[in-house]
Every structure is written in C-alpha cells, then in structure tokens.
C-alpha cells in the first residue's frame, strides 16, 4: 500500500503577466454569457502546463529539481491565439487558449530531454491554457461555434521562467504551490 502522504501531484508550468490574466479573465466573462454546466479556470490557477509528472515521491522530485537545474535558455515571446475545445465523445469538455511562441516548444523539449530516463516524454503537447471546463452543454455544436468566434486581443508576453508546482486537489479548486522556480 502507497503512503500518499509521500507523494506530491506535481507539474511544471509558465506563469503569465497582468496582462494575459486580465485578458482571459474577458474572455471568461464572454465565455460565461453562453449556458453551460462547468467552472471558469480561476485566474489565479491559469498556466501553461509544460509537463505534468504526477505523483512523484520526494527522492525523484529532488532528481527532478536537480536537473532542472541545468536547463538554460534566452527568454522568449510568447502570444495569445484562438480559443477552441477538447472533447469527449463528441461533447465539449475543456476550453482552451491557444499560445504562440517557438520558444515554448523549445523550453518544452529541453525539459522533455533533461527527464527523458525519469519520464515518459510528451507525445501530444499542445501549448494551451485551460479557461474553463465544461460538464453539461445543451447544444454542443452552437457552443463550439461560440467558442471559436470569441475574439481574442493579441496580447504578447515575455517568458524567461518556468516552475514546478504541486497541486492538492481540493473539492472546490485544485490549490497550487510553487516548489522551485528556475
């Protein structure tokens, strides 16, 4: 039997400026104006999942830390683009904001390439901020209309960090803490 007091949920992620906060949070609330059973991301939890690590236990998360270390790259620009949805059998599950920026695939692989004997590396990665996600939706096709004509701002924003975070799922919100930031 696993401790699970031993294990922390853990992922790596870019954070995001005013600037990107202040525009999902407009999106969110064009978003919230079409009927649908879900919950708004809050704007304090929203990041760019790099890669997601699971439940770790102390020693591979000081690897992990260690490694991570060694990861040097020249800030980047980064972009706002189109929302559109994940789904799940045929329904709407996940809205997402796309983000622009070769230098986040290129943060993406050096982290891939850094973990590759401890991890699984990523197959699908797609540069996306989660902003809601949706259970119940009447109308799944005019929803997915709605979303992908929900204009946004080009908003552009320096990246020249990354962190890994825990996450303890709570019953209202998932609650995130910084571990280390490089």
């Not at 870019?14 to 059973?37: M, N």
């Not at 891939?112 to 009447?138: G, P, Q």
Request: positive net charge.
């Amino acid at each position: 039997m696993i401790d699970d007091k031993n294990f922390t949920r853990t992922f790596i992620c870019i954070e995001f400026p005013d600037s990107v906060i202040k525009e999902i949070a407009r999106i969110q609330e064009v978003l919230s104006r079409k009927k649908f059973t879900g919950k708004m991301t809050e704007l304090g939890n929203l990041h760019l999942t790099l890669k997601f690590l699971g439940e770790i236990d102390v020693e591979l998360l000081g690897k992990v830390k260690e490694r991570l270390k060694g990861i040097k790259f020249h800030s980047f620009e980064a972009k706002l683009g189109e929302l559109g949805t994940f789904m799940s059998y045929g329904k709407p599950k996940i809205v997402w904001v796309k983000l622009y920026g070769d230098g986040i695939w290129t943060l993406q692989k050096m982290i891939d390439s850094a973990l590759e004997d401890l991890f699984k590396k990523e197959e699908r990665f797609m540069s996306h901020i989660t902003i809601a996600r949706v259970k119940h939706v009447k109308d799944s096709g005019n929803f997915i209309d709605y979303v992908k004509n929900i204009g946004t701002k080009e908003v552009k924003f320096s990246v020249d960090g990354f962190k890994i975070k825990s996450s303890v799922l709570e019953r209202l919100r998932p609650i995130y803490k910084d571990i280390a930031v490089y």
